[in-house]
């Protein structure tokens, strides 16, 4: 049982990147799924969300209007199509599901220790 990011690489102001989020071993379909992301020195920040029960979608203000998520219930995965990247933006993204948590509560939830799975992170770079 596990999730798995990747993804993640190396580019340009204005460039464009898909993170995916891999589930294997539990149905990502019944989970509400986050992206998180850390920078060097800074605290982790919660970055989107979808809705497992739904489907809706949340976005933090930095990314919103640039950052889309998505999920393929077919192949067990949750995107995030990230556009109009900026330097800001360069962090180690984590994907997490949980079962139980909505998305306006799953900052809460894994600042909590509470989510039930997190991936291991891919590294996004945006160069100036």
């Known amino acids: 049982v596990q999730l798995q990011a990747s993804g993640g690489g190396l580019v340009q102001t204005g460039g464009s990147l898909r993170l995916s989020c891999a589930a294997s071993?539990?149905?990502?379909?019944?989970?509400?799924v986050g992206w998180f992301r850390q920078a060097p020195g800074k605290e982790r920040d919660w970055v989107s969300c979808?809705?497992?029960?739904?489907?809706?979608?949340y976005y933090g203000e930095s990314v919103k209007g640039r950052f889309t998520i998505s999920r393929d219930n077919a192949k067990n995965t949750v995107y995030l199509e990230m556009g109009s990247l900026k330097p800001e933006d360069t962090a180690v993204y984590y994907c997490?599901?949980?079962?139980?948590?909505?998305?306006?509560?799953?900052?809460?939830?894994?600042?909590?220790?509470?989510?039930?799975?997190w991936g291991q992170g891919t590294q996004v770079t945006v160069s100036s």
């Open positions: 997490a599901a949980d079962s139980r948590a909505v998305c306006p509560y799953l900052s809460y939830y894994a600042g909590a220790g509470r989510l039930d799975y």
């Open positions: 071993g539990f149905t990502l379909g019944a989970h509400s």
């Open positions: 979808i809705s497992g029960a739904d489907g809706s979608t």
